[in-house]
């Protein structure tokens, strides 16, 4: 849980480029780089550079940090949190732990198998919980992911970790191994629902990609 990060999204309506028409977002992270303070998320999170984004970390630090990284494919982006405030906080030696990926066999999911859920409830509070891979395919994109009204990234050609029992107050996190080490990003992914208004599901992504 000390690599678990909350994040903030916010930006003028004026600028929403890749974000929502609120100008506003919530979700979650990992810390992958505890030395330069280096973050894994999603694209809901951080969904474009043009805003003002704040994490915080080991849920009792909050800092503010910039998008370097956004996935050109993929529901992926990466954070930088700012060097100096992460630097005071490494000297107040909060508790920073970066998170262990599972690498070979391990980093992928199979349908049946058994993980644990890691992450933010709605109030953003961390829990887990037991829970099980229905399945892992390759969305069509037609249903799943649609194209938007207007111009904005959906995601394509992505292999998704669907759950069977997915916690109700889920709003993101990681799905590990009994170990800690983390199997999939459990990540936010936007799309428009059936009434062509906006929504928000969520799939794991496997730590392989």
Same mark, same amino acid.
């Given at each position: ?76 982006? /990466? *954070?930088?949190?700012?060097?100096? %405030?992460?630097? &005071? +906080? ?9 998170? =262990? ?72 996190? /990681? *799905?590990?191994?009994?170990?800690? %080490?983390?199997? &999939? +990003? ?9 009434? =062509? ?13």
């Amino acid at each position: 849980r000390p690599s678990l990060v909350g994040i903030r999204f916010r930006t003028d309506r004026r600028f929403c480029m890749e974000s929502n028409y609120h100008g506003f977002a919530e979700g979650s992270g990992l810390l992958v780089d505890s030395d330069l303070g280096l973050v894994l998320t999603d694209r809901h999170s951080a969904p474009q550079s043009l805003g003002d984004i704040e994490v915080t970390l080991a849920g009792a630090a909050t800092v503010d940090a910039e998008v370097v990284f956004v996935h050109p494919l993929h529901n992926l982006a /990466v *954070l930088r949190c700012d060097p100096v %405030a992460y630097a &005071a +906080l490494k000297k107040a030696k909060l508790p920073l732990k970066p998170a =262990r990926l599972a690498t070979g066999r391990s980093a992928s999911l199979q349908g049946g198998e058994g993980v644990h859920f890691v992450g933010y409830d709605n109030q953003g509070n961390t829990f887990s919980a037991r829970v099980t891979v229905a399945a892992v395919y390759l969305p069509s994109g037609r249903d799943e992911f649609p194209l938007w009204d207007v111009p904005r990234f959906r995601e394509r050609n992505l292999e998704v970790v669907v759950l069977a029992d997915t916690p109700e107050e889920a709003r993101g996190g /990681v *799905l590990c191994d009994s170990s800690g %080490a983390v199997r &999939a +990003l459990f990540a936010s992914f936007d799309m428009q629902d059936a009434n =062509r208004e906006e929504s928000t599901e969520a799939y794991g992504i496997a730590a392989n990609v």
